[in-house]
């Protein structure tokens, strides 16, 4: 990588480090899990800067974090069995948002996850969605319907949130 290649992407990644943390972490619930996936993610963007930097390297950041977490989360799941299904539904205090939000997000598939993230957490547009995953913008909107019917279900206060976006 040349010199003027190097300090713009270091520069570039020191602006956009926290907001792609922010979606990494919402992405995998745990934040040592994120902060592997977004430098995975950078180190695959500076191999690929001289191309990557006249463009939008934070959508394919994003892109290359959505498709990497679907990847490993398809060789790690694991079926856990429990003897009683836990009761998931209520509505959250002050402190509990974010803990119910993780939750909620846990019951959507990487898909509907990701469109959600990018749709109501990053407030991207439908068409921006679709640029970063790669798919159409039916395909977005199928998949956040689909995903705010599943969070209204299964968690009614924060499906609330999102209302107005849809």
Do not use: I
Not at 60 to 85: F, G, L, N, Q, T
Not at 104 to 111: D, E, I, K, N, S
Not at 143 to 154: I, K, T
């Amino acid at each position: 990588m040349r010199e003027t290649d190097r300090e713009s992407f270091e520069s570039w990644a020191r602006v956009s480090q926290q907001r792609l943390l922010r979606a990494a972490y919402l992405l995998t619930g745990d934040l040592y899990l994120a902060e592997d996936l977004l430098q995975e993610a950078l180190v695959k963007a500076a191999l690929r800067w001289d191309t990557l930097g006249g463009q939008q390297p934070e959508a394919w950041v994003r892109r290359v974090m959505y498709r990497d977490h679907v990847s490993w989360w398809r060789r790690h799941r694991r079926e856990r069995r429990v003897a009683e299904v836990p009761d998931q539904r209520g509505t959250a205090g002050p402190g509990e948002a974010a803990a119910m939000l993780r939750d909620a997000l846990g019951v959507l598939t990487p898909r509907q996850r990701a469109v959600v993230l990018l749709r109501y957490v990053d407030d991207l547009t439908a068409t921006q969605t679709a640029d970063v995953l790669g798919v159409t913008v039916g395909t977005v909107k199928k998949l956040g319907s689909v995903a705010l019917a599943r969070l209204r279900a299964d968690a009614p206060g924060l499906a609330d949130l999102a209302e107005d976006r849809s």
